[in-house]
């Protein structure tokens, strides 16, 4: 419990970022197009964001609703914006593919992966969505850079998911459960004293850092309530 946790924001302009970093987050995730629950984000915004904000930033590589990569074309398209973004500066992203079945995309996800040469990434929800978790973690696991799962435990959030997460939090350090847990999907300030208990450190809040919702901006006094309670 003395370590410090990270809070990560989700942003998607300069204001968002200025507003979360004031409030105390540690880390933005990148994205456009919240009704599309995150895509990657035009260069120009990135850069913009980078040159307002001294925290890390993690960019979304997101082409389309759901957890599908595409066509081989929209693969293509993804690698060519991941290729711009680390021109531009980004050094840490956002994956996570399936295929129709629910296992792993790893054919989308190596070509990623294979292009953002070792910088680090986060798993996205999609593990809440895979069949089989552990199969997922352990077909992951060797991937350069991957240092984090965001997720809720179950699609549904983190009601519904809240033990499965104290059992891989449990489970650290062993195949497959390498990466840092980042809770969130449904995430609420309740949650927090049973997760930190368990030994997670880690999370993600979008809407929760938006009192007026998703066409208002972030409130830093939103985070900054958050980053109390986790420091408390």
């Known amino acids: 419990m003395s ?6 924001v989700i942003a998607l302009n300069v204001e968002d970022a200025v507003a979360a970093q004031s409030g105390g987050a540690d880390r933005l995730e990148l994205v456009t197009d919240m009704s599309a629950d995150g895509l990657t984000p035009p260069v120009e915004i ?3 964001i980078r040159a307002a904000v001294n925290i890390p930033l993690r960019v979304m590589l ?3 609703d759901g957890f ?6 929209e693969v293509d398209a993804l690698v060519a914006d991941a290729r711009a973004l680390r021109a531009a500066g980004a050094e840490e992203f956002v994956i996570g593919f399936l295929d129709p079945d629910g296992t792993v995309d790893l054919v989308a996800v190596e070509r990623l992966v294979a292009e953002l040469d ?16 552990d199969a997922a973690r352990k077909q992951l696991a060797d991937l350069p850079g991957l240092d984090t799962y965001l997720t809720a435990g179950a699609a549904e959030g983190v009601d519904a998911g809240l033990e499965t997460l104290l059992a891989e939090a449990g489970r650290a350090g062993s ?3 390498g990466a840092e847990i980042l809770v969130g999907g449904g995430l609420r300030l309740d949650h ?7 030994g997670i450190n880690a999370f993600h809040i979008g809407g929760a850092a938006r009192p007026e919702g998703w066409a208002k901006p972030v409130s830093a006094d939103a985070v900054g309530e958050w980053r109390a309670v986790l420091d408390a």
């Open 118 to 133: 070792g910088c680090r990434w986060t798993f996205h929800r999609a593990i809440d969505r895979a069949t089989d978790r």
């Open 192 to 198: 927090l004293p049973v997760l930190r208990a368990g």
């Open 68 to 73: 599908a990569a595409g066509t081989p074309a």
């Open 3 to 8: 370590e410090r946790a990270v809070l990560e």
């Open 62 to 64: 997101r082409s389309a």
């Open 175 to 177: 195949p497959g459960y």
């Open 46 to 48: 990135f850069a913009a």
